[in-house]
């Protein structure tokens, strides 16, 4: 593990920011100047790979002779145990794919800014005579302020350096690919041009011009289909912004910009209001197919072909000589040979003006029209004609079916000699669209980005969910499917949000039926308290929080408190005076008084207690009146009832 440790005593390597295919990048502190820096370090496994590490360094020594606000800088290279290092300026932000994924499209105004960071940076790799070979989004970062900083000269190949050999590898992601880079060429300046009008292509529309199954089937979309117009997916984009792109991304870098920084003038009156709506850039038709060059080799040394045979002098005097006896008879005989050449001369010119053209060079012929036919239709119609077919060329097209002729190059009607070898372009039918991944963004934000993109139909389903409303749950088709978004029904299922839930009054329930209505409709329910209470029976719910009819969503909790019925406690004895009058008509005669007593240990049954009074008299008796009743008394006179009273328990 790196984290923790100091590569070189210095600078302190704090946490993994990034990986590529042959390095990883992290985050650390230079001690020494107290700032932050990336130190980029060569992977494990390619560590004893002499050629990665010569790649390696090559980044490092390319790099630092480049010093530009839209560069990253480089800092320091080092090694230690076999870790080779490059320590960079530390970016802030994020990389310009991750821009555009959150942001695109990105207005005409902004997408003209950056571009311009860009080819002012290239432009200046280039004066350094070094070209970068991999531009793309992703080595390009965006700090906090808007400003943009190109990454990664890994690849990148000085011009004037010649140890470098060119290889058939193709280097780079395939989606920035210049043609010829694709066909395993030599990367010139103009390749660069070529990577710089996709990412403008990218930026202005949110989506790259060509997608595949491969990164073959995409190299030769780079190779044979035109670029896409960026304002089919807004039309508002000016058309002299879309000549730009139309004219860096040229198949044949001869049409694209001769260098960077036309491309940046270009780009700085772009928005002049007199070139707002000049032509569409159209690169020119070949008026013939394009004959191929023979390559010039080494079997035969150059100086030889222009050596002229020289005879020796001697042999011709000797030849002088002997010719001399000859002379007198050829002078009698000239006349005759002079008209016998005379003639044959004139018969041979009449053979060479009328009848030789005729026997060995080849007619005109005139290429029919075959768009509109299937290949196979195609290629007879032009074979009968005395033609060939070269090469079958498929291309993107918005109207023409699959595998039907778009049309030929040179055009129909167009006179050629027989023989002559022409393209057959084929159509692909429409241009596909790979579908990003929307779920997870806002519905409206999406929204915004499809209304340029043709789509004609597009179904929501709007469900309660718990993330935020207007968020996509689920799309149709599934991302990175290739579609054609006019022909194509796009279904997002997006959130209303979490479902609102009105609250019933839930006292006096018992807890299971409380529990079970909670869960039902996506509530919690915690008892935070039990409690004794005299009127609601244990297990039932004394009181809530919120109360009943509160407005509340999925997950919320309801608080109540369980009582636990009336609380148990023991009988108390409870006194009564009771005054017994007496009603006797004759002086110091007996009247009788008895007390019954309905208590915890009494009944009425049996009198409590029997006594005789003679005057008016006071009498407490004290009864055991249980928790959760009563009790009571009667008081006989004579067996007359003077008293029949209930006694309740105490009240604390």
Known sequence: MLIGKRLSGRYKVLEMIGGGGMANVYLAHDMILDRDVAVKMLRLDFANDEEFIRRFRREAQSATSLAHPNIVSIYDVGEENDLYYIVMEYVEGQTLKQYIQQSSPLQVEDTIEIMKQLTSAISHAHQNHIIHRDIKPQNILVDRFGNVKITDFGIAMALSATSITQTNSVLGSVHYLSPEQARGGMANKKSDVYSLGIVMFELLTGRLPFSGESAVSIALKHLQSETPSVRRWNPNIPQSVENIVLKATAKDSFHRYNNVDEMEEDLRTALDSERLNELKFVIPVDDEATKAIPVITNDRPLQNLGETMVHSQDKIKGNDVASKGKEQKKRKKWPIILISTFLVLSLLGLFTFLVLPGLISPKDVTIPDVSGLELEEAIVKIESTGLQVDEKIESTHEEIEEGIVIKTNPEEGSTVKEDTAINIYI??????????????????????????????????????????????????????????????????????????????????????????????????????????????????????????????????????????????????????????????????????????????????????????????????????????????????????????????????
């Open 427 to 652: 159509s692909i039918g429409k241009e596909k669209f790979e579908l990003p991944d929307y779920t997870g963004r806002n519905y409206e934000d999406v929204m915004r980005i499809l209304d340029n993109q043709d789509f004609k139909d597009i179904k929501i389903n709007e469900v309660f969910d718990d993330s935020d409303k207007g968020t996509i749950l689920s799309q149709k088709p599934g991302s990175g499917e290739e579609i054609v978004p006019e022909d194509t029904i796009l279904e997002f299922e997006v959130s209303k949000g979490p479902e609102k839930i009105i609250l019933r009054d839930l006292t006096q329930s018992n807890v299971k039926g409380a529990q079970d209505y909670v869960d039902s409709v996506g509530l919690t329910l915690n008892a935070t308290e039990e409690k004794y209470d005299d009127t609601i029976p244990a297990g039932n719910i004394i009181s809530q929080s919120p109360p009943s009819g509160t407005e509340m969503k999925k997950g919320d909790t309801v608080s109540v408190i369980i009582s636990k019925g009336k609380e148990e406690k023991p009988p108390k004895n409870v006194p009564v005076d009771i005054l017994i009058e007496y009603t006797g008509t004759v002086p110091g005669q007996e009247q009788k008084v008895i007390i019954y007593i309905e208590d915890v240990n009494r009944s009425m049954i049996t009198p409590a207690d029997t006594f005789p009074i003679f005057a008016t008299t006071h009498k407490t008796i004290e009864l055991l009146v249980p928790f959760d009743g009563d009790a009571g008394y009667k008081v006989y006179r004579d067996d007359t009832v003077i008293y029949d009273k209930t006694v309740e328990y105490p009240k604390d």
